[in-house]
């Protein structure tokens, strides 16, 4: 296998500040496709999304941001504004859900979670191959059930996971310095002895935290 590939996937990072073009429609499509390649135990297929795009990003945040103050969580002036500045140059918004069956019981419910979190990771990984920008928050009255009911991501079906912002990067971000892998791997080598906790394996280098 090339190396190119593998390079997109340790530089990719979040991309909050975006602006259009978002995504065409064939990019579009590969995103989602991507995120159907997301492992998937029992291939229970837990992810749900919802577009959101040009003008109804801004429905969706005053939305958002109405029904979190109904919801008895006030919000500051400065938060209102700098979200209304962050999504109304935002052209895509993915709003994210996990399907939860109450029947279906095999698989455990945080696995279903799981598997919409490793689509979620495959979206962000395909947006940033394709040079977009993404960002996955989850701030945006993902835990106020007046927003997800307009969604159509109803209790007890649905639990939404956040949203992710799809766009051209208002400024070419930085590349981000990472740990080294080495300061979360433990060995256990199964003979009389413990695994050596990872943090006392190795230790952060200078600078990062975590
Ligand atoms: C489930 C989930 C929810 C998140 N929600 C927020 C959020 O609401 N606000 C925020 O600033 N970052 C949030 N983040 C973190 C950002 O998406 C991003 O990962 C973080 O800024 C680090 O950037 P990186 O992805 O380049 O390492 C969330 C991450 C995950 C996995």
Redesign the pocket.
């Known amino acids: 296998m090339s190396v190119a590939p593998l390079n997109y996937l340790l530089s990719r990072?979040?991309v909050k500040y975006v602006q259009a073009p978002g995504p065409t429609d064939e990019h579009l499509a590969l995103i989602l496709q991507a995120a159907m390649s997301a492992p998937d135990h029992g291939r229970e297929r837990p992810w749900r999304f919802a577009l959101i795009r040009g003008a109804a990003v801004m429905h969706l945040a005053e939305l958002a941001l109405a029904a979190t103050e109904r919801a008895g969580r006030p919000i500051t002036a400065a938060k209102e504004a700098s979200t209304r500045a962050w999504l109304e140059k935002v052209p895509l918004l993915i709003a994210v859900a996990c399907h939860l069956d109450s029947v279906s019981t095999r698989i455990p419910e945080h696995e279903r979670m799981l598997a919409v979190?490793a689509s979620v990771t495959n979206m962000l990984n395909a947006a940033h191959m394709l040079g977009y920008g993404a960002?996955?928050?989850?701030?945006l009255g993902t835990y106020v059930d007046e927003v997800n009911d307009a969604l159509g991501f109803e209790k007890p079906g649905y639990r939404c996971?956040?949203h992710v912002s799809i766009g051209t990067p208002i400024q070419t971000p930085a590349p981000?310095k990472r740990p080294d892998y080495q300061a979360f791997v433990s060995e256990w080598t199964g003979v009389g002895e413990q695994a050596i906790p990872a943090h006392a394996a190795a230790s952060m280098p200078a600078g990062l935290t975590d």
């Open positions: 990072c979040s979190g960002y996955w928050s989850t701030g996971m956040g981000v």
